[in-house]
């Protein structure tokens, strides 16, 4: 009902006949859903290894999954800046379960909701923005992972230009809808180095204020990012990460609890290709190590790649191959995936066209490790020995699934 109420209060604030008012709604949004099961029966089981911060997600997504986005100029000024408001709804729900998109199995929420003043001639055509919003976002998209992503419930200056670079600041008390206490968080950023032909270099501090806790401690985290264009028809983007004490979340706050000596550094590697009209992708690195003074030590390591070669224009067979591994002091974990999906792209051949529609068949395999730290940490997973695929050590998925996004 709140989220109800809210949509429609930007949608009452977007119609306002103002002087000067700027009418155009812009909707956009994401759609991914489908169906899928086990070879050993019953519904989809999805493959991710304990400790890894993601999962290749081709054929390996195990809900249906929306949003929702508008957004309205509301107000032109002389000095030609705009006042925009924007909403997005997010609606997550399991596979196996009836599609209410509420209670155990899935939630609706808002997970933007945000004021900009952007265009600003005093900010060299920066923005001011405050509420919360998706913000400066950096992720892989064959496995979802948002390595480095200042996503906020709070307010800033973006993108400040000063002397050919960009400066931006966020304060902010959530990351994001899911994050239970309210701890302070300040992020800078400066972008806009221009390397080399097509190359851009970005630089980021985040500090993380101690909360008024017991056994609650501050920390920080840096991160260095060069992204290159006309690489293979696409791009590259390589970044290193350093972080301290709660600033070991490296994109996110991490746990408070964690003092000074606890650190962690994190290396991402990852380029697109468009070879040619028909044959694109995408290949990941990833590498991060975690040192701790309990002895928790964990060294995770993945590396993945999805091809798509298209047979006709609208005809695409897509595969997925990934691998993660994760040092601990129980051993070293390992599975491997990997899916064949035909696909419909009606769109046109690219690796990036969308949308997709794909039948899919993953195979994955775990060692010991695998299956027994993911019947301690997450009993019933697929990994675990009292997931769909018991005591065994691996297992095949099939099904169908739409993928779609619009602006």
């Excluded at 064959?142 to 419930?153: G, K, P, V």
């Excluded at 302070?184 to 221009?194: A, I, K, S, T």
Aim: net charge negative; glycine share 12%; aromatic share 14%.
């Amino acid at each position: 009902m709140k989220t109800r109420r809210r949509l429609g209060l930007a949608l009452t604030l977007g119609s306002l006949a103002l002087p000067g008012a700027a009418m155009a709604l812009d909707f956009s949004g994401y759609l991914r859903s489908g169906a899928g099961g086990s070879t050993e029966g019953g519904t989809q089981s999805c493959f991710q290894l304990p400790g890894a911060q993601s999962k290749y997600r081709l054929g390996n997504e195990c809900e249906q999954y929306i949003e929702l986005d508008l957004r309205q100029d509301l107000f032109t000024l002389d000095d030609g800046s705009v006042l925009s408001i924007e909403g997005m709804a997010q609606l997550y729900n399991q596979y196996g379960h009836t599609p209410k998109f509420t209670g155990d199995y899935g939630f609706a929420r808002m997970n933007q909701m945000y004021a900009e003043w952007s265009k600003v001639p005093a900010l060299n055509g920066g923005s001011l923005w405050a509420g919360r919003r998706f913000y400066k976002r950096n992720d892989i998209h064959i496995s979802d992972f948002y390595y480095w992503n200042q996503s906020a419930t709070g307010a800033g200056i973006e993108d400040y230009e000063l002397g050919g670079l960009k400066y931006s600041y966020a304060f902010s008390r959530k990351d994001s809808v899911f994050q239970e206490a309210y701890i302070n968080r300040h992020d800078f950023n400066v972008g806009g180095f221009d390397t080399n032909p097509g190359g851009e270099l970005e630089f980021g501090v985040s500090y993380i204020d101690k909360p008024d806790s017991t056994d609650a401690h501050s920390g920080w985290a840096v991160t260095a990012q060069h992204k290159q264009d006309g690489f293979l028809g696409g791009g590259n983007t390589f970044a290193v990460q350093y972080g301290r004490g709660p600033g070991t979340g490296l994109g996110y706050t991490g746990d408070v609890t964690l003092d000074n000596s606890a650190k962690s550094w994190r290396v991402v590697e990852f380029f697109d290709w468009q070879a040619t009209p028909r044959f694109g992708g995408q290949f990941q690195v990833v590498y991060q190590k975690d040192t701790r003074d309990d002895g928790a030590d964990q060294d995770w390591l993945s590396i993945g790649v999805r091809p798509s070669y298209a047979i006709t224009e609208q005809f695409k067979l897509v595969t997925e191959l990934g691998h993660d591994q994760v040092d601990a002091t129980d051993g070293t974990r390992k599975l491997t995936k990997f899916t064949i999906a035909p696909t419909w792209s009606p769109s046109g051949p690219g690796f990036w066209e969308r949308p997709e529609i794909r039948l899919y068949y993953t195979y994955a395999s775990w060692n010991k490790a695998a299956q027994v730290a993911a019947s301690q940490m997450d009993p019933g997973s697929a990994l675990s020995d009292t997931g769909t695929f018991g005591t065994a050590r691996h297992g095949s998925n099939f099904g169908v699934q739409v993928e779609y996004w619009w602006k």
